[in-house]
Protein backbone atom coordinates (compact mmCIF):
# COMPACT_ATOMS: atom_id res chain seq x y z
CA UNK A 1 0.00 0.00 0.00
CA UNK A 2 1.22 3.76 -1.00
CA UNK A 3 -0.34 4.93 2.30
CA UNK A 4 -0.46 9.03 1.82
CA UNK A 5 1.18 10.38 -1.31
CA UNK A 6 2.37 13.73 -1.66
CA UNK A 7 3.58 15.18 -4.97
CA UNK A 8 5.63 17.50 -5.74
CA UNK A 9 8.57 16.79 -2.76
CA UNK A 10 10.46 19.53 -3.39
CA UNK A 11 9.39 23.11 -5.08
CA UNK A 12 11.18 26.63 -5.23
CA UNK A 13 8.39 29.43 -6.07
CA UNK A 14 9.17 33.17 -7.49
CA UNK A 15 6.80 35.51 -5.20
CA UNK A 16 3.33 35.64 -7.00
CA UNK A 17 3.56 32.49 -8.98
CA UNK A 18 0.60 29.72 -8.09
CA UNK A 19 1.10 26.17 -7.50
CA UNK A 20 -1.22 23.53 -5.80
CA UNK A 21 -0.13 20.49 -3.95
CA UNK A 22 -1.63 16.51 -4.04
CA UNK A 23 -2.31 14.92 -1.58
CA UNK A 24 -3.24 11.24 -2.63
CA UNK A 25 -4.30 8.39 -0.22
CA UNK A 26 -5.23 5.13 -1.02
CA UNK A 27 -6.86 3.72 2.73
CA UNK A 28 -10.36 5.26 1.84
CA UNK A 29 -10.02 7.56 4.82
CA UNK A 30 -12.82 9.99 5.04
CA UNK A 31 -10.27 12.55 7.25
CA UNK A 32 -7.64 14.47 5.59
CA UNK A 33 -5.95 17.53 6.68
CA UNK A 34 -3.08 19.73 5.80
CA UNK A 35 -0.45 20.86 7.45
CA UNK A 36 2.24 23.56 7.67
CA UNK A 37 5.85 22.89 9.80
CA UNK A 38 7.68 25.55 10.62
CA UNK A 39 10.79 25.64 12.51
CA UNK A 40 9.71 25.98 16.35
CA UNK A 41 6.60 25.77 15.51
CA UNK A 42 4.95 22.44 15.32
CA UNK A 43 3.22 21.85 13.13
CA UNK A 44 -0.18 24.23 12.00
CA UNK A 45 -3.20 23.06 10.80
CA UNK A 46 -4.17 24.93 7.23
CA UNK A 47 -7.20 23.33 6.06
CA UNK A 48 -9.20 20.05 6.83
CA UNK A 49 -11.94 17.80 5.10
CA UNK A 50 -13.97 15.25 6.89
CA UNK A 51 -15.15 13.90 3.38
CA UNK A 52 -15.81 14.30 0.04
CA UNK A 53 -17.14 17.36 -1.13
CA UNK A 54 -16.25 19.22 2.30
CA UNK A 55 -13.59 21.24 3.15
CA UNK A 56 -13.10 23.55 6.28
CA UNK A 57 -10.86 26.04 7.45
CA UNK A 58 -7.89 25.76 10.22
CA UNK A 59 -5.61 27.63 12.40
CA UNK A 60 -3.95 29.53 9.13
CA UNK A 61 -5.72 29.18 6.58
CA UNK A 62 -5.28 32.59 4.62
CA UNK A 63 -3.25 32.49 1.43
CA UNK A 64 -4.59 29.07 0.24
CA UNK A 65 -7.58 27.38 -0.93
CA UNK A 66 -8.58 23.39 -0.91
CA UNK A 67 -10.94 21.06 -2.96
CA UNK A 68 -11.71 17.53 -2.25
CA UNK A 69 -13.23 16.30 -5.29
CA UNK A 70 -13.01 12.60 -4.99
CA UNK A 71 -12.52 10.81 -1.59
CA UNK A 72 -8.81 9.91 -2.26
CA UNK A 73 -7.59 13.36 -3.07
CA UNK A 74 -7.11 16.50 -1.14
CA UNK A 75 -5.41 19.73 -3.38
CA UNK A 76 -3.46 22.62 -1.31
CA UNK A 77 -3.86 26.06 -3.82
CA UNK A 78 -1.45 28.86 -3.80
CA UNK A 79 -2.97 31.50 -5.37
CA UNK A 80 -0.46 33.83 -4.81
CA UNK A 81 2.62 32.91 -3.40
CA UNK A 82 4.75 34.65 -0.59
CA UNK A 83 7.64 34.75 0.89
CA UNK A 84 5.59 34.02 4.64
CA UNK A 85 4.58 30.50 3.27
CA UNK A 86 8.34 28.74 2.76
CA UNK A 87 7.51 25.71 4.96
CA UNK A 88 6.96 22.00 5.06
CA UNK A 89 3.85 21.11 4.34
CA UNK A 90 2.21 17.50 5.15
CA UNK A 91 -1.20 16.00 4.26
CA UNK A 92 -2.23 13.57 6.50
CA UNK A 93 -5.68 11.00 6.59
CA UNK A 94 -7.48 9.06 9.17
CA UNK A 95 -10.21 6.70 9.08
CA UNK A 96 -12.44 8.56 11.95
CA UNK A 97 -11.85 10.54 14.87
CA UNK A 98 -9.70 9.18 17.41
CA UNK A 99 -7.37 7.29 15.05
CA UNK A 100 -4.18 8.31 14.48
CA UNK A 101 -3.08 9.97 11.08
CA UNK A 102 -0.91 8.62 8.41
CA UNK A 103 1.07 11.00 7.11
CA UNK A 104 2.91 11.77 3.68
CA UNK A 105 6.29 12.41 3.40
CA UNK A 106 5.95 16.36 3.11
CA UNK A 107 6.63 18.76 0.44
CA UNK A 108 9.35 20.86 1.06
CA UNK A 109 8.37 24.67 -0.23
CA UNK A 110 10.86 27.78 -0.89
CA UNK A 111 9.00 30.70 -2.03
CA UNK A 112 11.60 33.16 -2.89
CA UNK B 1 -9.42 26.48 23.86
CA UNK B 2 -7.52 23.83 23.19
CA UNK B 3 -3.94 24.04 23.62
CA UNK B 4 -0.80 21.57 23.96
CA UNK B 5 2.67 22.67 25.68
CA UNK B 6 6.27 21.27 25.56
CA UNK B 7 8.41 22.59 27.81
CA UNK B 8 11.87 21.15 26.82
CA UNK B 9 13.10 22.38 23.12
CA UNK B 10 15.84 19.60 24.02
CA UNK B 11 17.08 16.92 25.53
CA UNK B 12 20.11 14.47 26.12
CA UNK B 13 19.81 10.56 27.20
CA UNK B 14 22.37 8.38 27.17
CA UNK B 15 21.93 4.94 25.51
CA UNK B 16 20.29 2.30 27.17
CA UNK B 17 18.53 4.42 29.98
CA UNK B 18 15.04 5.62 30.22
CA UNK B 19 13.89 9.68 29.23
CA UNK B 20 10.69 11.46 30.47
CA UNK B 21 9.18 14.25 27.57
CA UNK B 22 7.00 16.43 29.09
CA UNK B 23 3.67 17.01 27.60
CA UNK B 24 0.75 19.39 29.34
CA UNK B 25 -2.44 20.00 27.80
CA UNK B 26 -5.48 22.23 28.67
CA UNK B 27 -8.81 21.35 26.76
CA UNK B 28 -12.45 21.79 27.86
CA UNK B 29 -13.89 18.65 26.20
CA UNK B 30 -14.45 15.80 28.90
CA UNK B 31 -13.67 13.37 25.52
CA UNK B 32 -10.61 13.89 24.25
CA UNK B 33 -7.25 11.89 22.69
CA UNK B 34 -3.55 12.13 23.01
CA UNK B 35 -0.66 11.28 20.85
CA UNK B 36 2.50 11.03 20.15
CA UNK B 37 4.54 11.38 17.12
CA UNK B 38 8.38 11.05 16.21
CA UNK B 39 9.96 12.87 13.62
CA UNK B 40 13.27 11.54 12.65
CA UNK B 41 15.88 13.85 10.83
CA UNK B 42 13.98 12.20 7.29
CA UNK B 43 11.24 14.22 7.77
CA UNK B 44 8.67 11.61 8.06
CA UNK B 45 5.99 11.73 10.99
CA UNK B 46 5.19 8.22 12.44
CA UNK B 47 2.80 7.39 15.36
CA UNK B 48 3.99 6.14 18.40
CA UNK B 49 1.57 6.04 21.03
CA UNK B 50 -2.30 7.12 21.79
CA UNK B 51 -4.12 8.04 24.89
CA UNK B 52 -7.80 8.08 25.33
CA UNK B 53 -9.31 10.74 27.88
CA UNK B 54 -11.68 7.77 29.21
CA UNK B 55 -8.87 5.02 29.02
CA UNK B 56 -8.04 3.49 32.54
CA UNK B 57 -5.12 2.25 31.95
CA UNK B 58 -1.58 3.85 31.11
CA UNK B 59 -1.13 2.94 26.81
CA UNK B 60 1.88 1.46 26.25
CA UNK B 61 3.24 0.45 22.89
CA UNK B 62 6.90 -1.60 23.06
CA UNK B 63 9.51 0.66 24.34
CA UNK B 64 7.25 3.55 24.60
CA UNK B 65 4.76 4.29 27.44
CA UNK B 66 2.02 7.09 27.99
CA UNK B 67 2.31 8.79 32.07
CA UNK B 68 -1.06 9.83 31.45
CA UNK B 69 -2.18 12.09 34.71
CA UNK B 70 -5.37 13.09 34.12
CA UNK B 71 -5.98 15.48 37.28
CA UNK B 72 -2.61 17.51 36.28
CA UNK B 73 -3.82 17.54 32.84
CA UNK B 74 -0.05 15.65 31.66
CA UNK B 75 0.81 13.14 29.28
CA UNK B 76 4.30 12.37 29.12
CA UNK B 77 6.07 9.85 27.07
CA UNK B 78 8.52 7.49 28.72
CA UNK B 79 10.92 5.80 26.52
CA UNK B 80 12.84 2.45 28.23
CA UNK B 81 16.33 1.65 26.75
CA UNK B 82 17.20 4.56 24.98
CA UNK B 83 18.73 3.25 21.18
CA UNK B 84 20.57 6.05 18.74
CA UNK B 85 17.77 5.56 16.54
CA UNK B 86 15.49 7.08 19.09
CA UNK B 87 17.31 10.61 18.46
CA UNK B 88 14.53 12.94 16.78
CA UNK B 89 11.78 15.33 17.16
CA UNK B 90 9.07 14.17 19.36
CA UNK B 91 5.48 15.98 19.09
CA UNK B 92 2.90 15.75 21.58
CA UNK B 93 -0.82 16.18 20.19
CA UNK B 94 -4.56 16.82 21.24
CA UNK B 95 -7.33 16.17 19.56
CA UNK B 96 -8.87 19.65 18.36
CA UNK B 97 -11.86 21.10 17.80
CA UNK B 98 -11.57 23.82 14.97
CA UNK B 99 -15.04 25.52 14.11
CA UNK B 100 -17.26 22.96 15.94
CA UNK B 101 -15.59 20.11 14.33
CA UNK B 102 -13.70 17.63 15.95
CA UNK B 103 -11.35 15.56 14.13
CA UNK B 104 -8.54 17.75 14.71
CA UNK B 105 -4.96 17.44 16.03
CA UNK B 106 -3.05 20.20 17.65
CA UNK B 107 0.72 19.98 17.91
CA UNK B 108 3.10 21.01 20.19
CA UNK B 109 5.83 22.82 19.40
CA UNK B 110 8.40 19.54 20.05
CA UNK B 111 11.22 18.37 21.90
CA UNK B 112 14.70 17.60 20.01
CA UNK B 113 15.52 14.07 21.61
CA UNK B 114 19.37 13.50 21.16
CA UNK B 115 20.59 9.99 22.27
CA UNK B 116 24.36 9.76 22.91
CA UNK B 117 26.18 6.69 22.88
Known amino acids: NAGVTQTPKFRVLKTGQSMTLLCAQD?????MYWYRQDPGMGLRLIHYSVGEGTTAKGEVPDGYNVSRLKKQNFLLGLESAAPSQTSVYFC???????????FGSGTRLTVV | AQKITQTQPGMFVQEKEAVTLDCTYDTSDPSYGLFWYKQPSSGEMIFLIY??????QNATEGRYSLNFQKARKSANLVISASQLGDSAMYFCALEGNYGGSQGNLIFGKGTKLSVKP
Open chain 1, 27 to 31: MNHEY
Open chain 2, 51 to 56: QGSYDQ
Open chain 1, 92 to 102: ASRPLPRDGYT
